[in-house]
């Protein structure tokens, strides 16, 4: 019998395999988002591609993970319950494939107003775990000009089933390690957390440098409230306090509830008269607050303590001073992914971003020797990697071809270390002066070791 023409042929599923062994080895939510986001670029190609994960309080859908162009203007953007073409698929739970945006009633302008981009074709699929959408990957253009296909579609439909079995699995991993480690009450960390950030000597000298402070919080009738109103007295109590704590807290800062009645506020890179500065600023705050819903208010103690050679275990001693017990290291609630994925996703990347600030501003100043090729075959040549970062290149060509700014190259180039590393890079570029040309890397592998050991060490 002849086989119909129009029949969609069968994806090789074996892309699917080639996915599944960096996903199984990521650990953290950002490790297996990344490393999906990674692999769809390199699969489909597509001009950008975006992870939205879903608020399942209000159904907005927020740019988690955007990748490709004008990625710096979207990630974090919200899109209303419904907008767009990302609120179609979570309201309906289909997957949707647009060749002409054009054409589209529901295509949202308001992103590509936003960004200046210009949107064509759009993929679109559902991430979901037991009947419930938390998220949608949407590919944008193709880098060769073609429209997505169906072939494509149940590729992406494919992928993001095996993907959202990936994000659970990780998001639970993720989830009983914070509880352990979060007081269930105000949601700040609790001892266990400061203790394991302070076994971690090691690490913490480099991220907080020879100076730390802590600033010591006891909430002085404690007792008397609970006495007074129960266990629901004390817990208001303490949340209050923390919502002061949270809102005082610089962005380096870390809060703890180190027991019922004390908490914590670790401040790296800081000496005792800015301690005593923000230990003064937050007990007038404190002063400042009303009693809520009848009940007395807030009594509370403020000790400074800071260390100016680096020995952070001496913070623990401090905290030690403290005379109540122990606040309670049980969590609940794990079981809403779609309420906690987002939030457990932005520590991770607030916590990775910290950790390798220096490392991905660093720009290394080279003389390596390429080619580049354009796409579609429209011309080659060898260049000189003038400098080189994390997050792009900047390089000089010869000859007379004559590249364009926003153009997407693919260029080849050999570091000068011990292994003679090749690396190969699909890049974007952001100008053109003449024969030199600055470019950002299009979806780099989550982490380079031969570029990143390059540029730490060499």
Known sequence: MEKDSHTIPEPDTSFLIELGKPLSKAKTIKETLDTLMYQVGRIFQPENWSLLLKDPKTGDMTFTIVVGNKKEELEGKKLAKGEGIAGRIVSTGESVIIADVGSEEDFSKRMDTTTGFTTQSII????????????????????????????????????????????????????LKRIAVTDPVTGVKNRSGFE?????????????????????????????????GGRAAGDRAAKRLASVLKESAGKADSIFRYREDEFIVLMPHTGKERAEAAGKELAARIGKLQPAGGTPALKTSIKIHAIEDGNIQA????????????????????????????????????????????????????????????????????????????????????????????????ITFTLDNAKRSVIKRRVRLRSVNGNLANAVFYNPPPYDKALGMYLMWE
């Open 315 to 410: 913070l623990l001693k401090t905290a030690e001073s403290g005379p109540g017990p122990e606040a309670g290291n049980n969590g609940g609630g794990i079981e809403n992914m779609e309420k906690n994925l987002q939030p457990i996703f932005n520590e991770e990347k607030s916590l990775a971003d910290q950790e390798s600030g220096d490392r991905q501003a660093f720009v290394k100043n080279t003389s390596l020797s390429g080619e580049f090729v354009r796409l579609n075959g429209r011309g080659k040549g060898d260049l000189q990697i003038r400098k080189i970062s994390m997050q792009g290149v900047q390089f000089k060509i010869f000859g007379r071809i004559r590249l364009i700014p926003e153009e997407i190259v693919d």
């Open 196 to 228: 394991q950030m302070l076994q971690k000597s090691d690490r913490q000298n480099k991220r907080y440098g020879t100076k730390a402070a802590v600033v010591l919080v006891f909430l002085d009738n404690f007792r008397s409230l609970m006495e007074a």
């Open 124 to 175: 679109g699929v559902p991430l979901k775990t037991d009947d419930r959408i938390f998220g949608v990957i949407e590919l944008i253009n193709k880098i060769s000009g073609q429209t997505f296909t169906q072939l494509d579609l149940q590729m992406l439909s494919a992928i993001a089933e095996y993907a959202a079995i990936a994000i659970e699995r990780s998001y639970y991993n993720q989830a």
